[in-house]
């Protein structure tokens, strides 16, 4: 008897169960249909979408390094318009990539103005990598050394100065440059001399800067030889960082 019960209540259970499925799809089936077709659409769409920017993504890496080629050879005409043709069409870091290694020939051509505005164009772009477009930012900096006052060079310059930035010995090297030209000479040794004890700073950007402290040195033996003010020796050059070779990601 009592197998006879559970059988029964296992096919009302089941009835009631179709009924209800029954009933479901009597009143939403058209939803849920379509539900299902804009799931399908949109996993097609995706797919898509995705080889697609995996193409262009590929087009623009052999695209950059056929103009690193060029620039290997001495083309530096052939490889310009390659990488100005990725600045403007390339996708993902190669964009970014390609306006740094523009901006470097520009500058290398004497083109300041140029490649001030690409580097610019790129650091105050919103795509990107943030270091690379920090990046840009130090360069262009360091194009305008000597041509804009000490203020604006010490503004666009602070917020790579921070400890967590990867460009912050170089920012730092380059503001004390940029004070020593402003004739600030107190205010340029304040900002190296940290240089000369920061155990992590990279060795170059120490003796750059033992270079302009030795200048700033010699110009004070000078001033107190003659008694005239000191006209400061040959000031080091601004030399931004080479930009013709994707620059590394560490200090």
Sequence with gaps: MSQTDDDLLRQVEEELRRERLEKIWKNYGTYILAVAALIVVGVAGYKIWEGRRLAAAQASGESYESALLLLQEKKDGSAEKEF????????????????????????????????????????????????LR???????????????????????????????????YSARELLGLAA???????????????????????????????????????????KKATGAPAAG??????KPADATAPPAKKD
């Excluded at 051509?109 to 610019?120: H, P, S």
């Design 233 to 238: 020796a040959t000031p080091v050059d601004a």
């Design 84 to 131: 100005e043709k990725l600045a403007n069409d390339g996708v993902g870091g190669y964009r970014a990539l390609a306006q740094l290694q523009l901006a470097g020939l520009l500058a290398k051509q004497g083109k300041k103005a140029e490649a001030i505005a690409t580097y610019d164009a790129l650091s105050g772009s919103s795509n990107g990598d943030v270091v």
């Design 134 to 168: 920090e990046f840009a930012r130090l360069q262009a900096t360091g194009l305008r050394v000597g041509e804009v006052d000490f203020t604006e060079i010490e503004n666009r310059l602070t917020p790579l100065m921070s400890d967590t930035s990867p460009w912050r």
């Design 180 to 222: 020593f030209k402003a004739g600030k000479t107190q205010e340029a040794r304040s900002i190296l001399t940290p240089l000369f004890v920061d155990q992590q700073a990279p060795q170059s950007i120490t003796e750059r800067a033992q270079m302009i402290m030795a200048e700033i040195a010699s110009g004070e033996i000078a």
